[in-house]
């Protein structure tokens, strides 16, 4: 019965029924180039779209590909057009309650655009404070701009989303006086360790950097990022993801990454084209893990746990690689 299961599954994957399924989260990093969309369905069919990416036809077809029926909100990380112009579909279409923003009104067409069609479908305009939303059995809390940020980058609005112990978190084009400023506002508990968390900024050089990364501790980072003139995503971002020990999608090379999550929080990651690179995984330089003998050692996980030191990311004191199974840079998770 659960053979016959399992290979119903993978022919309905073979097929174009790409409706996410019941009883899961899923959360799909949409390949819309150059620009950011993420759809997030609970497991009892509620969905937002956190941000559109940059074209209305493009959106719109995703929005089909993957059958989408209804949409509960749609949240603008900020007014630039590579985030909300596919939201303009999506609110025509779906006429969704309410659509959270940053309060900062666009200078653009498009924002006019947006703001014409949500009066039209109904659809409320919210502005982000420190708020939780239930979107079924999905938490998601609202991370608001800090005050006194200066552009609309730096008003980014973040959203972390919460089912089981899984944890995904994205924060849109914020730039690092936004993030410095989350980093003393929020405890670090409340940010990592993140499951998958979305690249800042399409992995610009002033969107991601060492002091935020090192709260919020990825596991795997997708990078919302088409053909550009910017260099997105730049060498200096990619080499901090690895630093971090996470696995790198992008959507220019992976296509829409879909992360399906069990009640309870396992997860899995699957990409439309290819692999991740399991950066650390495979391909660790030898210098990273210092042979030299660590000063801690511990006998085993319980050990490790018992410290209050779990997990352990490669590079901490008392980690080694016997202890890390899965080789992915974290031991005792
Ligand atoms: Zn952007």
């Not at 609309?152 to 989303?161: A, D, K, P």
């Not at 919302?224 to 060498?235: K, L, Q, S």
């Not at 980690?319 to 080789?327: F, T, V, W």
């Amino acid at each position: 019965m659960r053979r016959l299961a399992v290979l119903a599954g993978l022919c309905l994957g073979l097929v174009s029924a790409q409706a996410a399924p019941s009883g899961v989260l899923t959360i799909r990093f949409l390949d819309v180039g150059q620009g950011d969309a993420v759809l997030i369905t609970s497991p009892e069919g509620k969905s937002v779209l956190y941000d559109g990416g940059r074209s209305e036809a493009r959106l719109q077809g995703l929005l089909t590909q993957y059958q989408v029926k209804s949409l509960d909100l749609v949240v603008a990380s900020h007014a630039d057009s590579d985030h909300i112009t596919g939201l303009v579909p999506a609110v025509q279409t779906f006429k969704p309650k309410y659509f959270l923003n940053n309060g900062l009104a666009g200078t653009t067409q498009i924002w006019q655009k947006l703001v014409t069609t949500a009066k039209l479908a109904g659809t409320q305009g919210l502005r982000a404070k420190n708020q939780v939303i239930n979107l079924g059995s999905v938490k998601l809390t609202v991370i608001p701009p800090p005050p006194g940020m200066k552009d609309q980058n730096t008003n980014s609005v973040g959203l972390l989303v919460q089912y089981g112990s899984f944890r995904a978190l994205m924060t849109g084009d914020s730039e690092t006086p936004e993030t410095r400023a989350w980093l003393k506002q929020l405890p670090a508990s409340t940010l990592g360790p993140i499951d998958v968390y979305k690249s800042i900024h399409h992995g610009a050089k002033n969107g991601d950097n060492a002091a935020w990364l090192a709260a919020v501790r990825p596991a795997n980072v997708v990078i919302g990022v088409g053909p550009n003139n910017y260099g997105h995503p730049t060498a200096e971002a990619i080499t901090l993801y690895k630093k971090a020990g996470a696995a790198i999608y992008r959507t220019d090379l992976n296509g829409t990454v879909t992360v399906t999550v069990q009640p309870g929080g396992t997860y899995t990651l699957s990409a439309a084209k290819g692999t991740g690179t399991a950066a650390t995984r495979t391909q660790a330089p030898p210098s990273v893990t210092p042979p030299a003998a660590p000063s801690v050692v511990y006998a085993n996980c319980a050990a490790v746990r018992a410290a209050g030191k779990a997990p352990l990311l490669r590079g901490q004191p008392g980690y080694s690689p016997k202890l890390d199974r899965d080789g992915d840079g974290r031991a005792c998770e």
